[in-house]
Each structure stands twice: as structure tokens, then as C-alpha cells.
């Protein structure tokens, strides 16, 4: 690999202007196809768990009761003090704004209050539901404003009005500021590493290129099929990190080379042959990683993987291709000045004299001098901070968890107080009563069965479809969407389905936004640890390949699981615990997204090993080159510290850049992303590794002979390709004319 990546990063050198115009027509289709067929208003967040109970329940009422089918929004009406709802003018206001609401774009029924009897006991609040004709993603992008718009002539009266509900529910993910603020850091750090502002606007010019051919792609299949919010800003959180941090190991082993003196042409073609290796590799690690998601079965995780999928494998072909096209463009500028500090540093990084080339050689030094010691530490380190994981609890945010002075929160808040958390989150059970001898007898029972259990605080008067044999039953749950209880009622009632059907002859499923978002979670629930054994023993494949050692694959993989056990410690304290919680705009702890351990898993997998392969394989170059352990770990920091230490800190900035989001998904994967590369990066990766490394010795690098004959080699050092080059060098040397007297 290492020979074509060389192949090919002289060919888009030399080819630059052609190369650049490519990616441009690239961009530019790509944008015009998100014009054409898609784009964010598009997006749909719809979840989603086919071949489950509620899922084909739900997908039954679209038949069976369609005008039930489709997402809700609810109106809260509040009184002044010292009236009620039911006043003659309050209640007229409330009528009249309902009138409106029926008007409004895409509601299929509005429900009166009294006749529905959700008025609260002292008359203060009423609940008016508004049921729309589809889904949230087949909402338009105002119809929830409009119905905003229809029931605001009821504050003239004086009422308090709140539109919330799962319709209501949506947030909107886009953080220009944040995505700015990250990169003026990224730009920052850049220039501290290079000690150029050329330098360090070459990787964020790579990386731009990649996230907008990325986003428009992704957003153009918004027409074709559902993409959610969520996976549009995880592929530009993934797609910004991956792409400036996989141009900036290239650009940097670049300069390395420009400052020993190679001649621009073959040391950027150089670059991507060693360096961009590493890239491919690491690239090709998270992309398998991310990919994996969809064998879960969530088509909303689905399209997140493969979104950032897409981010990923983008990114790695404009570091192999655009970007060389880039350097030939920078030519000698990108050069370090004789005299300059950023020569100064390349030279003593280059030296063979000893002493620490910079801080991060220094601090390799130290954690090496008693390993032991430092084994200890990071552990019991690790081991403080994923305690809170005992107690993670998992479940899909509602509005709850909605920004304070938001509608949908208010709304929320409102309803948990007149009339309980579980109003918030009712259920809906389907029974078919097709099989039923005496079908209004089998619905009674049924209703009475569900009444009689204790998470049940009421049922509500079945609807019956005589046509298609079929009833729906609403039942409200004593505690909340994300609550325990609420999700002991649901599987209670399925328990007791069986028995049921025997009886009656009727079956009956549980369905609802609250049902689907449980069986989400449980699905996931039975998905992770599965996948946590399918990525830990596809890291230690990978780098039993790459470094053909034993040690150092059971030594990543343990890392990598110390990484995940503290950072989900963290989300934990944060989220739930509520410690801190208010420094990223959280005001009320609650359960963690469903979503975020198997998310964590995937990401964290690939940068971990990303940091792993740039780290230890200058180790292992330098141990092949003399047979000093020790020395060859202080040798690997010497020449990758820093860039890895830059990396990571890029890769931090870039991920805390989304804690503005107002999603509670997207903020929640920001933090633990930031967290886990802060704690991989840092206190694994650069602190246990090379202790670790420090006490094997020797064996750190062993292999039996019988395994390192069966293993391919992939060279991802580029070994063969410095060997090739020697070789020419040669014979080079033996053609050349000799000097004349």
C-alpha cells in the first residue's frame, strides 16, 4: 500500500491543477444534486424499530385508525388565578383558538378538552390534543409554528398557551457559532504546530473540501430517503476532525522531510506514501466501525453510521489525493526558513544526541521511569471516573429534557404538574378482536385488566374500527417516557397479552411514541455488548497486523475499554448526576440517550486506534532499527508526540464545539467524544501506553515464528517503500560520473 499511496500522491502532485478542478467538479455536483433533490429541510428524526411489537402495531393504525397514526402535538391552556378553563370566557377563548388550530397546515383532528375530559381537578389547565395526518417527518417545516400562530389569539383572554408534544418535539441541531469557534481553535493550534499560517491552512482547506462534498451528498438523499438531523451534524462533527487531523499527520511528516532537505516533489509524494498508510488504515478502521451500525437494525442509527461513514472515507481520499495536490501548489513555502524556530524544532527532533526533543519526549521519559508506577496511576485514575457508569440508565430524551424557556418544555412541565408525567407519554394499545366470540366483552375486559395494574393511572374509552375488527385503547402511565415504571407497564401489559388472547380471544399490542422509544432502547440494550466484542476483537486483528506483536494488541484493547468505562462515567456524572451539567446548558438531569454507548463505541474505536498506529508504529520503526525498547518508545515520542498531541487537541475542540447544539442527542455524543479523545489521547494512549510498553520490554515486540509466517505483512511503516528508495539511491551513487582532478 505504501508504494501506491507514493504512486499516487507524485501523480496528484504533478497533476495538481487538474486534481484541484476535479474535487471542484465534485463539490459542485454534489451541492447541485442537495439543490436538485434534497436539503435540511428535509431532515427527518423519526425512530423507527422494524419488525417490533409497537413498530407493527403502528404501522397497522395507519390502516386501521389513520387519524391516530400520524405524530400529535399537544395545546396546554393555562387560566389566570382565580379563574378556570371552563369560565364561559376562557373557555370560549379556547374554542376559538381550537377552530384555528383545525385549520392549520396538516391536522388531521383537533380533540376538545371537556369532551375529552383532560381538564386538570381545580379547572386551571386543559390539554387539547391536535392530531396530525403524519409523522414528524413528514411534517413541513412550519406547520408546528402555524398551529403556534392559530392558538396565540387565546392569550388575548388572558390564557397562558403552550404547544408541545412529540410534533413539538424537534429541535433544531445546526451551531454555526460553535462549528466557528471550533475551527478558529483548530486554525490555532495548527499554527502553533507549524509555525505557519500556509501550514495550518492547508489541512482546514482539506478538510472544508471534504465536509461540503460529505454534507451535500448526505443531504441529497433527504428525497430518497429519511435522514435525521442527528446524522447530519455527526458527519460534520467526524468529517471536520477526521479530515484536519488525517492532512495534518501528512502535512507534518511533509515538513519533517522539507526541513532535512528533500526535494518537494518526492517528499510530498513521501508523505502520503508513509503517513497517508497510517491514514488509510486509521480511516479505514472507523469507517468499518461506523459502517457496523447498521447490522444493529435502527434504520435512524442506520443512517447515522453510514453518514459518518461516508464523512470518513471522504476525508481519507482528500488527504491522498487533494491534498498533495495542495503541497505542490505550496511548493518551497511550506519549507521551514533556516534559522526559523519550526527548522530549529524538525532539527532537534531529528537529532540522535539523547536528549528529550520537546515536551513530549520529556513526558514519555516520565511516565517511563517507574512504569509501574504509572500503570498504577492511570488506572486507579480510570477506574475514579467510570465508577458513575454502575449507574447508567438508558432511554431516548423527550421533552423533558428540552430547553428551559422553550415551548415544548413548558408545556411538558405544565402537564407533569396538573396532571401527571405520564399524560406526557401515553400509550396506545391495539387489539384486534377478530377471533373474538363476543368482541365489546374481550375490549372490556381488556380495558379492565390494563386499569387494575399499578403503573396505570388511567384508560381511556376504547375506539373501535367494525370494519377492519379492530379497537384502540389510551392508557396514561403513572411515570414519565424515560421513567422505569413507565417501561415496566409496557412489558407487564405484553406479558399478560397471551393469557389475554386465550381468554378473550383478542391480542393486543402496545404501541406509541413511548412504546417504540422503549423498544428502541432495549434493542440497543441487547446490541451492545455484542458489538463491544465484535470492535474489541477487530482492534486486536487490526494491530496483531499492523505491529505483529502480541502485547501490543491486548494492550490497546484494554485501553480502549479503560477509555470507554471513564468517559461514560463522565456523560453519567454530567447527565444524569446533573454535576456541571449547567456549564453546557443542561438544567435537568435525566437518563442517557439510548443511542450514545454504541455511537461511543464505533468513533472511539477508530480514533483510538488512529492515535495508537501514529504513536507505536514510530516506536516499533525505531525498535527494528537498533533492538532498544526503551529507546525506541522516547524515539516514538520524539517524532509523533507532538503531532498526535496536536490531533487530539483539534479532535477535542472540534467535538466541544457541538455542546451548544440544542439537541440533547448531539449535545450528549459532543461531550462524551471530547471526553473519551481527551482521556485516549492522553492518559492512555501517551501516558499507559508507553509504561506499559516500558515494563514488557522486549516482549513487547514478540511474535511466534509459526504466526508471523501465517500473518500478511501490511507495512503500514512504509518499510518497503524506505528500502526501494535506498536501493535507488545506490545505484544512483554507482552511475554517477567520478569527480575529475
Known amino acids: ?21 476535479l474535487w471542484l467538479a465534485v463539490i459542485a455536483a454534489a451541492v447541485g444534486c442537495m439543490l436538485a433533490f434534497g436539503g435540511p429541510g428535509k431532515l427527518d428524526d423519526t425512530f423507527t424499530t422494524p419488525g417490533s411489537e409497537s413498530q407493527q402495531a403502528l404501522d397497522r393504525l395507519k390502516t386501521d385508525f389513520p387519524a391516530f397514526s400520524g405524530t400529535s402535538a399537544q395545546v396546554v391552556f393555562t387560566a389566570p388565578a382565580g379563574h378556570r378553563i371552563t369560565d364561559p370566557p376562557e373557555l370560549a377563548a379556547v374554542r376559538g383558538a381550537l377552530a384555528a388550530a383545525q385549520q392549520a397546515p396538516q391536522v388531521a383532528k383537533v380533540v376538545d378538552p371537556v369532551a375529552a375530559r383532560t381538564v386538570s381537578a381545580d379547572g386551571s389547565t386543559a390539554i387539547a390534543q391536535v392530531q396530525y395526518e403524519v409523522t414528524v417527518g413528514g411534517l413541513h417545516g412550519d406547520s408546528v409554528d402555524k398551529l403556534r400562530t392559530a392558538v396565540d389569539p387565546a392569550k388575548a383572554a388572558g390564557l397562558d398557551v403552550q404547544v408541545g408534544g412529540n410534533a413539538a418535539g424537534g429541535t433544531k441541531t445546526g451551531n454555526a457559532a460553535g462549528d466557528a469557534i471550533g475551527l478558529a481553535v483548530a486554525l490555532l493550534i495548527l499554527t502553533l504546530t507549524f509555525g505557519s499560517l500556509l501550514g495550518a491552512g492547508l489541512p482546514l482547506a482539506s478538510a472544508v473540501a471534504g465536509v461540503a462534498t460529505t454534507l451535500a451528498g448526505v443531504l441529497s438523499l433527504t428525497g430518497v430517503t429519511a435522514i435525521s438531523s442527528t446524522a447530519q451534524s455527526l458527519a460534520l462533527m467526524i468529517g471536520l476532525a ?6 495534518l499527520f501528512i502535512v507534518s511528516r511533509h515538513r519533517s522531510q522539507l526541513a532535512a532537505g528533500e526535494e518537494v516533489e518526492e517528499s510530498a509524494a513521501l508523505a502520503v506514501g508513509t503517513a497517508g498508510s497510517a491514514v488509510v488504515f486509521a480511516g479505514l478502521t472507523v469507517l468499518i466501525a461506523m459502517a457496523g451500525l447498521s447490522v444493529i437494525g435502527i434504520p435512524y442509527l442506520t443512517v447515522m453510521g453510514l453518514s459518518a461513514a461516508a464523512a470518513v472515507l471522504i476525508a481519507v481520499l482528500v488527504a491522498v489525493t ?89 408545556a411538558y412541565d405544565q402537564v407533569s404538574k396538573e396532571f401527571g408525567p405520564g399524560f ?12 373474538s366470540a363476543d368482541p365489546a366483552a374481550a375490549v372490556q375486559q381488556l380495558a379492565g385488566t390494563v386499569r387494575a395494574l399499578p403503573g396505570a393511572t388511567a384508560v381511556g374509552a376504547p375506539v373501535s374500527n367494525p370494519a377492519t375488527h379492530s379497537t384502540l385503547i389510551q392508557v396514561v402511565p ?32 402496545v404501541t406509541g411514541t413511548t ?98 498506529v501514529f504513536l507505536v508504529s514510530r516506536m516499533r520503526e525505531a525498535y527494528v532499527r537498533d533492538r ?54 492522553f492518559l492512555i494512549r501517551m501516558t499507559l501506553v508507553p509504561a506499559v510498553l516500558a515494563l514488557a520490554g522486549r516482549s513487547a515486540w514478540w511474535l511466534p515464528r509459526w504466526l508471523d509466517r501465517l500473518l500478511p505483512d501490511l507495512d503500514i511503516e512504509g518499510e518497503k517503500l524506505h528500502r526501494a528508495r535506498g536501493r535507488e539511491a545506490e545505484v544512483i551513487t554507482l552511475h554517477a560520473p567520478a569527480d575529475r582532478p
Open 478 to 509: 403513572a411515570g414519565g417516557p424515560a421513567d422505569r415504571s413507565t417501561k415496566d407497564l409496557v412489558n407487564e401489559i405484553r406479558d399478560r397479552a397471551p393469557e389475554l388472547a386465550r381468554q378473550t380471544g383478542a391480542t393486543v399490542g
Open 515 to 612: 412504546a417504540v422509544g422503549i423498544d428502541v432502547s432495549s434493542k440497543l440494550d441487547a446490541a451492545l455488548l455484542p458489538f463491544t466484542a465484535v470492535v474489541v476483537g477487530l482492534s486486536l486483528l487490526l494491530l496483531l497486523l499492523v505491529f505483529r506483536s502480541l502485547v501490543v494488541p491486548a494492550k490497546a484493547a484494554a485501553g480502549f475499554l479503560l477509555s470507554i468505562g471513564a468517559t461514560l462515567g463522565v456523560v453519567v456524572s454530567v447527565f444524569q448526576h446533573g454535576h456541571l451539567a449547567g456549564l453546557i446548558g443542561v438544567d435537568r438531569a435525566g437518563p442517557v440517550s439510548s443511542f450514545l454507548p454504541i455511537v461511543l463505541l464505533a468513533v472511539l474505536f477508530g480514533l483510538a486506534m488512529d492515535y495508537e
Open 628 to 681: 532498544q525498547p526503551l529507546r525506541a518508545v522516547h524515539d516514538g515520542a520524539r517524532h509523533s508526540a507532538r503531532v498526535v498531541t496536536a490531533a487530539a487537541l483539534i479532535m477535542i475542540a472540534v467535538f466541544a464545539s457541538f455542546l451548544g447544539a440544542q439537541s440533547l442527542i448531539l449535545k450528549q455524543i459532543a461531550l462524551a467524544l471530547a471526553v473519551g479523545v481527551l482521556l485516549d489521547a
Open 242 to 247: 477526521v479530515g484536519i487531523d488525517y492532512a
Open 424 to 435: 406526557n407519554g401515553p400509550l396506545l394499545l391495539l387489539a384486534d378482536t377478530s377471533h
Open 322 to 410: 487533494l491534498l498533495p495536490a495542495l503541497l505542490g501548489f505550496a511548493g518551497e513555502r511550506l519549507r521551514p526558513r533556516p534559522g526559523s524556530r519550526a527548522q530549529r524544532r524538525e532539527r532537534a527532533t531529528a537529532a540522535t544526541d539523547g536528549r528529550p526533543a520537546g515536551a513530549g519526549e520529556r513526558w514519555f521519559r516520565l511516565a517511563t521511569r517507574r512504569p509501574a508506577v504509572t500503570v498504577l496511576l492511570v488506572v486507579a485514575a480510570v477506574g475514579a471516573l467510570a465508577w458513575p457508569a454502575q449507574d447508567l440508565r438508558l432511554a431516548l430524551p423527550d421533552n423533558g429534557t428540552a430547553p428551559a424557556h422553550s415551548g415544548q418544555r413548558l
Open 1 to 21: 500500500m505504501p508504494t501506491l499511496l507514493h504512486r499516487l500522491g507524485r501523480l496528484a502532485f504533478r497533476h495538481r491543477r487538474r486534481v484541484l478542478a
